[in-house]
């Protein structure tokens, strides 16, 4: 369940982050992709859910802990972190939208691809979904491979240890979610951003370069509106959330 104690309202909030990089939802229609984001988001289920048409986004941030040392200055025992304002494109998985989705894997650090765990079919067309991917995002994409609808255990298909290790060998780290219930919802955001900003630290990721995914973020305090768009033809919108270090 959530580990997020303080979701600050969207409104108002002091946008001050260090990074910001591009998450990408992917995988079959009828997995749960914009069920889990949701859940993530609001920290509730989100019923009903119609097929996401298009391209829908949101953003949060979040905070996490540094491999890098606190700057100079910073009081005795304190521990760095650093705050990611974390887009998350969440497309549709229905095959009529796949040419229009693919648009949007440019420029992405980072993707969560999703299967079902009573479909076997959505686990295998996770192949699929991680080709496109890799070819078209950040060459330094981090993957999160996620089994959803761990609820359903009377109808699963594809066993935990068959995800794991598929996951594990396409260089991908794995979870298995229910957002339903509400299990594990964070983690493979949590998992994915960590991984972003190790790779950043580590020099990996570099934010100059273009298309890595990742930039600067402007570290200067302004107010944030809610905001709201639309993009071919979906709705849109935008959720800002402030939270402990993760
Ligand atoms: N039992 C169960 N049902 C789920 C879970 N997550 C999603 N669902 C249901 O699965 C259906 C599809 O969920 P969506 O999140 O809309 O699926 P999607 O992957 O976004 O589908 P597209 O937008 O068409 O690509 C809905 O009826 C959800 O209620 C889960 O963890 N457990
Ligand atoms: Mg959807």
Redesign the pocket.
Known sequence: MSDRSSALSATELPELYDYLCKLIVI??????????L?YFLNDKI???????IGVEFASTLMRLPSSLPPSAGAAPGATSSKTLKVQCW?????ERFRSVTRNYYRGACGAVI?Y?ITSRKSFEALQSWLSDARALASPELQVVVVG?????EDDRQVPYLEGSRWAQDHGALFVE?????GDNVEQPFILLARAILLAVESGKLDPDKAGSGVSYGERALRRISSWSGSLNGGTSKGKLLGGKCC
């Open positions: 995988g079959d229609s009828g997995v749960g992709k914009s069920c889990l949701h989100r019923d009903p859910s119609p097929h996401t969440d497309s549709a998985g229905q999703v079902d959803n609808k761990m609820d359903q979610t229910s957002s339903r219930r």
